[in-house]
């Protein structure tokens, strides 16, 4: 038997290779499959099943392709309705794969259909489960993504406190729990950055699975402090119900490399937004005029989903060289699929071509500490929420990243902001958005918070009443 997570970091996503005795089942695949297909071809085994634990709200699964390709068998759990032939399995289902057997364990809560996977190794001895967003290390799924009009959130939760009590915490201890998510995902507020750990120690460590908890008190500490979904959930949501292109021919039409007249007339005159994916470091000291920068070495493509509200947005691109194929997968991963090529040559040939740029100015933090002593400054906070509570320059207004096309109309042309996040990366996000929204007056702070608590600036740490004397 042998068990590979394949963890994807941008998208705090683990995928998971199974294989007995020649065959292979594929548990929550990406976009992109030739990898698992490749895994499979060097030991010789074939992919019998892909097994689905929800319909993946933050990302597009590459499901649909694989099968294709493979001839493989798509299982989700009780309840899930698709466009598309699956096997809609029932609680309790049995399927074998070699000399082992993966068991459907029907968990709802998260969403209604989600469902853990239970690995019977091939002594009959429950090995792992693979638990999708049902259950994280450190943490549940959120239980407020599948929403209907006679479902709340709360019942959603109690169907998470059945599950987790009545499916998961009967399993022993030594069961190796394998999650589809970590840290820096949006499908939980809690995640550990580990990746994998024994159901033992989470029965121990994990707020959710306490032995002595009501379900009131579940559902009132897994529904509290969840901040909204981005809008991109719903969306890839239903693009897992009803299938996608394969990634092939996505690829094919977004490697497409633009002269400088070309990728001008997409932008000017098809609607094209022009997509700048360099480094913030780079993207400041000159880019094309409203282009938009999301780094490709940061979240790429979560933030492309929380801001990019039209999936079928013509984009075009700017790519370090080498890394346009990267793009363009990244972005399918989320469902962008209308990516229509890169700028040939970058911002040099742009520069030789003799056309226009803008720029972002931007200070050290020791710059801004000054500053802050001779008069008022506008300090835009783009972290969210829980960052800025927990400490924040005394006057900062708080207007995250997040939520910037929600919130703009508490932003002014008429005045000077200071952006800052916590490191540079989001701010430089923020400070593009406004530059090609019309706002002139943007300057970015290098560094982040993280280089503004170095300085003497006055800043708000929030205390927890029970440290307080």
């Known amino acids: 038997m042998k068990i590979d997570q394949i963890y994807t970091g941008c998208l705090a996503q683990g995928a998971y290779f199974i294989e007995s005795n ?3 089942a594929i548990i929550d695949p990406l976009r992109e499959t030739q990898n698992y297909i490749d895994r499979a071809d060097k030991i010789g085994a074939k992919i019998k099943y892909i097994f689905e634990t929800h319909f993946h709200a933050d990302f597009v ?8 390709k493979t001839g493989a068998t798509i299982v989700y ?5 698709t466009s598309f032939d699956i096997h809609e399995a029932k609680d309790g289902e049995v399927f074998n794969l070699g ?3 993966i068991k459907v364990l029907h968990t709802p809560g998260h969403t209604p259909e989600s469902s853990t996977f239970l690995l019977i190794d091939e002594n009959g001895k429950d090995h792992a489960i693979f638990s999708g967003d049902t259950l994280f290390i450190g943490d549940v799924g959120r239980p407020d993504l599948a929403v209907k009009s006679d479902l709340t959130k709360e019942d959603l939760a109690s169907m998470l406190f059945d599950s987790l009590r ?14 589809a998510h970590g840290a820096g995902s949006a499908c939980g507020k809690n995640m550990s950055k580990e990746t994998t750990d024994l159901l033992g120690n989470q029965k121990k460590v ?8 009501t379900r009131e008190e579940f559902i009132k500490e897994v529904t509290t402090g969840i901040l909204p979904p981005p809008q991109y959930f719903s969306k890839n949501a239903m693009l897992n119900k009803t299938g996608v292109s394969g990634l092939d021919e996505i ?3 977004g490697g497409v490399a633009l002269d400088v007249d070309t990728f001008e007339a997409m932008a000017n005159h098809e609607g094209a937004l022009i997509l700048d994916t360099r480094h913030q470091n780079q993207f400041k000291k000159g880019f094309i005029p409203n282009s938009i920068f999301i780094g490709i070495d940061g979240s790429f493509a ?8 039209d999936l079928n947005q013509p984009i075009i691109y700017l790519a370090d060289a080498g890394r346009e194929q990267e793009v363009v997968t990244r972005l399918s991963r989320v469902g962008y699929d209308n990516t229509l090529g890169y700028l040939e040559g970058g911002i040099e040939a742009w520069l030789a071509a003799g056309k226009e740029v803008d720029t972002v100015e931007s200070i050290p933090a020791t710059q801004l500490a000054e500053e802050f002593k001779s008069g008022e400054l506008n300090i835009l906070d783009v972290r969210n929420p829980t960052e800025f509570s927990a400490e924040h320059i005394d006057g900062a207004q708080n207007v995250a990243l997040d939520y910037i096309n929600d919130n703009m109309e508490q932003i002014s042309k008429d005045k000077t902001y200071h952006v800052h996040c916590a490191g540079g990366y989001r701010s430089m996000i923020f400070s593009s958005i406004l530059k090609s929204r019309g706002f002139e007056n943007v300057i970015d702070v290098d560094g982040g918070f993280k280089a503004i608590a170095e300085t003497d600036l006055p800043i708000t740490a929030f205390v927890c009443p029970s440290t307080l004397k």
């Open 22 to 24: 020649g065959e292979v």
């Open 61 to 68: 699964s590459g499901h649909l392709d694989l099968a294709k």
């Open 77 to 81: 759990g009780p309840g899930a309705k």
């Open 99 to 101: 000399k082992v057997q």
């Open 166 to 179: 009545n499916k998961i915490m009967t399993l022993a201890d030594d069961v190796i729990v394998y999650p």
């Open 206 to 213: 994990n707020y959710a699975l306490r032995a002595n908890m």
């Open 251 to 253: 690829l094919e039409k």
């Open 302 to 309: 979560p933030w492309v989903g929380a801001l990019i509200t």
